[in-house]
């Protein structure tokens, strides 16, 4: 069986992928990998960037042994996705994004990462603290900077910029129509850069992984693999 490989966004998690693991397996030999930081994983003490975590990956294909593998990643782990495949084409047969920023400034990347402050989603947003802290333990109040960190690094560095002629493999990107983190716009402009790219908008559908409707992001990643 060909390899897929399920990549969370940045504090997601592996279990966001549960509602798709029994279809997937079907086709695939599925691997959900966590990047540092997130779950029961240690926080690394050279802290976390794009390029990190897309060693992280490296490092793990080559431990698995895997090569020609099929990637997915929601939010952040597209974006790990492309730049793995930017460094490593020979290992990467397609990919499909879903909710990934392409359009990072410093700008956008401040604004998101001020959301970031633990004290304040403590106090105001209670029930998601309890929810960070069920998927990543007592450690994500030193998750949040770590990922504020990344943003900033993001919007000053971006590692794809516009690099995206170079990745010549098939590529799906996927965007909802009501992601209030990443413009259809900025996923078009990626679409028309990729030299082999489809384009796919979910109708009804927001950023986080949890909101989007298993049944339409399942017909959408079959059709884009021709599973039948």
């Not at 960070?132 to 030193?142: R, V």
């Not at 900077?145 to 910029?161: F, R, S, T, V, Y």
């Not at 413009?183 to 384009?199: F, G, M």
């Not at 049944?215 to 693999?225: A, C, H, M, Q, R």
Request: aromatic share 8%.
């Amino acid at each position: 069986m060909p390899h897929l490989i399920l990549l969370h966004g940045a504090l997601g998690h592996s279990d966001l992928f549960h509602p798709y693991l029994e279809q997937l397996s079907r086709y695939f030999t599925v691997h959900t990998p966590l990047f540092s930081g997130h779950g029961s994983t240690a926080l690394s003490t050279e802290g976390i960037s794009i390029e990190k975590y897309t060693q992280e990956l490296k490092e793990y294909c080559i431990s698995n042994n895997l090569a020609d593998v099929h990637l997915f990643g929601h939010s952040m782990g597209g974006y790990v996705a492309l730049c793995y495949a930017m460094e490593t084409p020979e290992n990467v047969n397609s990919i499909i994004t879903l909710g990934t920023k392409f359009d990072w400034t410093e700008e956008q990347a401040l604004k998101e990462s001020k959301m970031l402050d633990p004290e304040i989603i403590l106090t105001k947003v209670p029930q998601y603290a309890q929810l960070l802290e069920a998927q990543h333990g007592p450690g994500w109040q030193k998750l949040l900077p770590e990922i504020a960190d990344l943003m900033i690094d993001l919007g000053k560095n971006p590692p794809l910029k516009d690099n995206f002629a170079g990745i010549n493999i098939p590529v799906q990107i996927m965007i909802g129509d009501r992601d209030n983190m990443v413009t259809i716009e900025e996923s078009a402009h990626v679409y028309r850069s990729l030299p082999n790219a489809k384009l796919a908008v979910l109708p009804d559908t927001k950023h986080p992984m949890d909101k989007v409707r298993p049944t339409l992001l399942l017909n959408n990643i079959k059709d884009f693999w021709n599973l039948s």
